[in-house]
């Protein structure tokens, strides 16, 4: 059972900053209102844009698809309530930018009345099937990185499946979401974890939750054992950051994944343990990702966990929480990987876990940054094994091709070297600069590369056109030189061969050859006679009908061509005046 001891290990650095979770852990989870309007941006994960399926004026249900994946890798977006469409359009991002976004935005009617809703069985599908639910539910990871879960749930075809591992260590500070959840609904999570289970077909399943979260642990303890699931629920210790996947995995599984390998090239894949109750709603009781749990706290008079809607606007939802008349600024996310929401009209997300409202006193102004030390105490924290003050040094000095070589890519932004920096250097700023910076050079090398190949691409079609023509010009020159030889053959074999008086040929007695003038000649007249011939077939057939006054002006029209026939062709009969006239009349 899941009170087997099983050996932990240890991940190198982390930190152990003040968790400040219980002031937002002593009430039970909260029903959010309806805020008066919804701004639900349709890109909101890892991959592509959802398509708009929804336009200004259209009604919609709580529910409804108004985002379409726009591929494999993309995730659907639902109505979040009942309630008319005001506009599909521009809106500012929950992103640090503070960049526009596609957003659906959503006047409730107050109804909150869902679209019909079709509970499953999973186990009748086939497991393609139950991931193209998941897709279309909106299913993604709720952990952080929001990757499509569906595109997680298909096991290596070369390595077989070791280890699920279900992530509820929730190590940031200040969040309490997880927490919760596993307290109040611990048995859908367990649900949602056997779904994961079954696509996946793992030998065990580990549910690791940091030690600092008893109640948690013992809630997942007891479901895991009401519904006789095999699953080994395990206290980690406590240290930043062990919610990490990679970390997880390494204290769980003593597994160590490199940087250019997945979990699941080892065996192992990690899921967020709101990311399983989410599945779970979604394929036993058809409800769309629309909503989740938000740790509001920080510098308010009622810290707590709230069930909100997604695409409600920051300003209407931290009112719940009543914030401090110092309150400064909203973190979305927590003190060590958040950021600062950038307007109050920037809606809520599916990877919003956490509003923090600051304050002078909670966040007291940063210290002035110093000169680096080379202390090393960076490198000694860092999770990855990193080096990062060398990363800052050629961050700084803009060698990002230096930065590469020191694995910059391989950060996760953890913080853990800033937190722990003497000198107050906000080193993971500038590893985030300089990964733009790479990112951004990496684009403009593409966009080269793909004018340069459209440039080469035009100049080989160039010439492959002229050679083309080239070709067809031969050909047809071939072809006419052709002609006048058959040509030419025809007119010398149109001439009889002289004889003598007795009978006999005497063609070769003549010494001079045929005169070219003859042959010219005679190629001219085989021409005009293919001309007549050709204009005796295009002659109109439907003649037999017609009226006396039509043959007379046909006659009339003969008779003025019959000058212009001598002329083109002195061999023609000349028609005698009246000829025509008289082939009328008769």
Same mark, same amino acid.
């Given at each position: ?474 050909? =047809?020159? *071939? /072809? %006419?030189? !052709?002609?006048?030889? @058959? $040509?030419?053959?025809? #007119? ?5 061969? &002289? ?16 005169? =070219?003038? *003859? /042959? %010219?000649? !005679?190629?001219?007249? @085989? $021409?005009?006679?293919? #001309? ?5 077939? &295009? ?8 009226t006396i006054a039509q043959r007379k002006e046909i006659a009339e029209i003969e008779a003025r061509r019959a000058p212009l026939q001598e002329q083109t062709d002195p061999n023609a009969e000349r028609a005698k005046p009246g000829t025509a006239l008289k082939e009328v009349k008769g």
């Open positions: 059972m899941n009170a087997i001891i099983q050996q932990l290990f240890k991940f190198k650095g982390g930190v152990k900053p003040q968790t400040n979770k219980t002031i937002s852990a002593h009430e039970p989870i909260a029903q959010a209102p309806l805020p008066a309007r919804l701004i639900v941006p349709l890109h909101q994960s890892i991959g592509g844009t959802p398509n708009p399926l929804v336009v200004a004026g259209d009604h919609v249900l709580k529910g409804q698809l108004i985002g379409g994946p726009d591929g494999w890798l993309s995730s659907a977006v639902h109505a979040p309530t009942s309630g008319t469409v005001l506009a599909v359009e521009d809106h500012i991002s929950a992103h640090p930018s503070g960049l526009m976004t596609l957003s659906v935005i959503i006047q409730p009617d107050g109804r909150d009345e869902w679209l019909p809703r079709t509970p499953l069985n999973y186990r009748e599908l086939a497991p393609e099937r139950v991931r193209e639910i998941l897709r279309d539910a909106g299913v993604v990871g709720l952990g952080g990185a929001v990757f499509p879960s569906h595109a997680k749930l298909s096991a290596s075809k070369t390595v077989p499946m070791e280890e699920l591992v279900i992530n509820g260590a929730e190590c940031e500070p200040f969040i309490t979401c997880d927490d919760l959840l596993m307290r109040e609904r611990a048995e859908d999570v367990v649900r949602g974890v056997g779904i994961f289970r079954d696509l996946l077909a793992p030998k065990r399943v580990l549910i690791g939750i940091e030690d600092n979260k008893p109640e948690a642990v013992a809630a997942m303890q007891q479901a895991v054992k009401s519904l006789g699931e095999p699953f080994e629920v395990i206290a980690v210790p406590t240290r930043y950051p062990a919610g990490g996947a990679k970390q997880l995995i390494r204290v769980l599984t003593g597994k160590e994944v490199p940087a250019a390998k997945r979990s699941t090239e080892l065996g192992v894949q990690c899921f967020n343990v709101a990311t399983a109750y989410t599945a779970y709603r979604a394929i036993a009781h058809g409800e769309p990702v629309i909503s989740r749990i938000v740790t509001l706290t920080g510098n308010v008079e009622h810290p707590c966990n709230w069930e909100v809607l997604i695409g409600t606007p920051l300003g209407e939802f931290i009112q719940l929480g009543q914030p401090k008349s110092d309150t400064n600024g909203y973190l979305m996310g927590g003190p060590m990987m958040g950021f600062e929401m950038p307007s109050l009209d920037a809606p809520l997300v599916k990877a919003t876990n956490c509003i923090i409202a600051g304050s002078p006193t909670l966040f007291p102004p940063k210290a002035p940054e110093m000169p680096c030390i080379r202390c090393g105490a960076c490198a000694d924290a860092c999770p990855h094994e990193l080096q990062p003050f060398e990363m800052y040094w050629f961050a700084r000095a803009k060698n990002f091709g230096k930065t590469q070589e020191y694995k910059i890519f391989d950060c996760i932004e953890c913080g853990c070297c800033s937190f722990v920096c003497p000198s107050h250097i906000p080193l993971v700023q500038y590893f985030r600069f300089a990964k733009s910076e790479i990112w951004a050079r990496e684009a403009d090398k593409k966009a080269s590369e793909a004018a340069k190949a459209r440039f080469e691409f035009r100049n080989l079609r160039d010439e492959r056109e002229k050679a083309e023509k080239a070709e067809r010009l031969a050909k =047809a020159s *071939a /072809a %006419k030189a !052709a002609e006048k030889k @058959a $040509a030419a053959a025809t #007119a010398e074999a149109s001439i009889e061969p &002289a004889t003598g008086s007795d009978g006999a040929d005497t063609s070769g007695a003549i010494a001079a050859p045929v005169d =070219a003038d *003859a /042959a %010219k000649k !005679a190629a001219i007249a @085989a $021409a005009i006679e293919r #001309a007549r011939v050709q204009r005796a077939a &295009a002659e109109p057939k439907n003649t037999d009908g017609l």
